[in-house]
């Protein structure tokens, strides 16, 4: 059996067909292994296989993982699961555990149970800390659920572990985009654009993110190259995150879950996921009403009070939020998206005490979890620790030098802390990483200002001005 980077439809290679004895266990062999002529068969190859009770420990694992990876992709999620759980217990070997639990968690995610693919991403990821793709998929949970800060720093890690793959930039530029980090985002499509410059969809994408940034002459360059790749291409949206806002197809989405519940009105996961797509869009009403109906059907469906939560934070309802994110916290306390979701519904209520408290459990669940000590930095800031703020954004730092927030958080705190000249040296990093920080720009003017540097300063205070003219 031979491992490589296997997807759901990806299957182990079992021991080659002329190792095998007469009878038919070769083409059997031959089948599991690749799925070949196709699924249906492929199940029922490797059910041959696991008939026979002289199978080697191995080709029994692989058969079983193989059958599973099929069920899946047929959608037959429960016999999938119940495969890979049967394989899960034939091996201690890392890299295959990581495997079957990533495979699995495809599997949940597919079926619509976010909670058990987000906990086997994470057993992934302790098997296996280089698994790309179990990071870019625990990053779609984490979007889903309003995290995107999660979704960042695994999509930054996919990024890091292998810079030539396109699906982590395109979906870190739509959170990018979302937030209107245009320079970032741009910066994603172009380094998609240089892996696969005939890829018309990611031309307009960028087009629009240079649009939304000001700069109409590359927009509308780039919307030329897409039309000319694809002169059927529409050139009015950007792209959203695959798997997780349909790019541009929730109406059709929304509408195929609301098939399946007239068919199936007594399934909570169904009213849970067309609530995700409402969440998505930005139809929080309507996502509140469907998480209302699974939580009624299911009492215990977790997915559904964490993301009514971000729901209700959507709409500035901090207690209904905080306390969708308690219940989800009762039913299951191993969740650090949880614990900061509700810390930064405390923040917003300017209970900093009860943020800070929630942020540090995050990290106690979590020690990478950096976007915990991020916003634990910001919020000991505003209470005036800056101390305590400096030492959260010196940590993300050492994760990650050029986290332009993080920069400009630290610097900031310098300045609170009268130290103007590591100030100025945080802030001109920051605006170094993005240009167009206006916030940075103030500070770094205020800190100048401090030392009684009048031209800088004014100078600082000139571009700050600017940038806001630029961006009403």
Request: charged share 30%.
């Amino acid at each position: 059996m031979t491992l490589g980077a296997l997807g759901v439809a990806g299957a182990f290679h079992l021991s080659r067909a002329q190792d095998f004895d007469s009878g038919g266990r070769g083409e059997n062999v031959a089948r599991c292994s690749s799925g070949k002529p196709d699924l249906v068969a492929a199940v029922a190859a490797c059910t041959r296989l696991l008939a026979d009770r002289h199978l080697e420990d191995l080709t029994q694992l692989a058969a079983l993982r193989n059958r599973g990876a099929f069920y899946s992709e047929q959608n037959d999620f429960a016999q999938a699961i119940a495969d890979f759980t049967a394989a899960l217990q034939l091996t201690g070997n890392h890299r295959i555990r990581a495997d079957i639990f990533w495979n699995r968690g495809l599997t949940y995610f597919r079926k619509g149970d976010d909670a058990d693919a987000l906990s086997d991403y994470n057993d992934a990821l302790k098997f296996d800390p280089k698994l790309k793709s179990a990071y870019i998929d625990r990053a779609a949970i984490y979007i889903k659920r309003g995290a995107d800060d999660y979704a960042v720093t695994d999509l930054d890690q996919a990024i890091r572990l292998d810079p030539n793959g396109m699906e982590a930039y395109l979906v870190r530029a739509s959170i990018q985009v979302r937030h209107g980090n245009y320079v970032g985002a741009i910066a994603d499509y172009s380094n998609a654009i240089a892996l696969d410059a005939k890829n018309a969809a990611v031309w307009r994408d960028r087009g629009v993110a240079f649009q939304a940034a000001g700069d109409n002459e590359r927009a509308a360059a780039d919307a030329a190259e897409a039309l000319r790749l694809d002169p059927g291409i529409s050139t009015t949206h950007a792209g959203l995150a695959p798997d997780v806002h349909s790019s541009g197809k929730e109406a059709q989405t929304i509408a195929e879950y609301s098939s399946t519940i007239r068919l199936k009105p007594g399934e909570a996961l169904n009213f849970k996921n067309r609530g995700d797509r409402y969440l998505a869009s930005g139809d929080h009403d309507r996502a509140i009403s469907d998480f209302n109906r699974a939580i009624e059907i299911d009492s215990k469906l977790v997915s559904a009070y964490l993301n009514r939560g971000v729901a209700y934070f959507e709409e500035s309802d901090w207690n209904s939020a905080i306390a969708d994110f308690t219940t989800a916290l009762a039913i299951d306390a191993n969740q650090p998206a949880a614990y900061v979701n509700r810390a930064q519904a405390f923040a917003a209520k300017h209970d900093r005490s009860r943020a800070i408290a929630d942020f540090t459990e995050a990290i106690r669940i979590d020690p990478n979890a950096m976007v915990a000590y991020r916003k634990r930095a910001f919020v000991r800031l505003e209470s005036g620790d800056y101390e305590g703020a400096i030492e959260d954004y010196t940590h993300v730092l050492g994760s990650d030098s050029k986290d332009a927030e993080a920069l400009r958080g630290r610097g900031h705190a310098l300045l609170k802390k009268h130290d103007p000249e590591g100030a100025i040296a945080d802030l001109t990093a920051a605006i170094a990483l993005n240009p167009r920080d206006i916030v940075a720009y103030r500070y770094r003017a205020l800190a100048y200002d401090s030392k009684r540097d009048t031209r800088r300063a004014d100078k600082d205070f000139a571009m700050e001005r600017q940038l806001e003219t630029a961006a009403r």
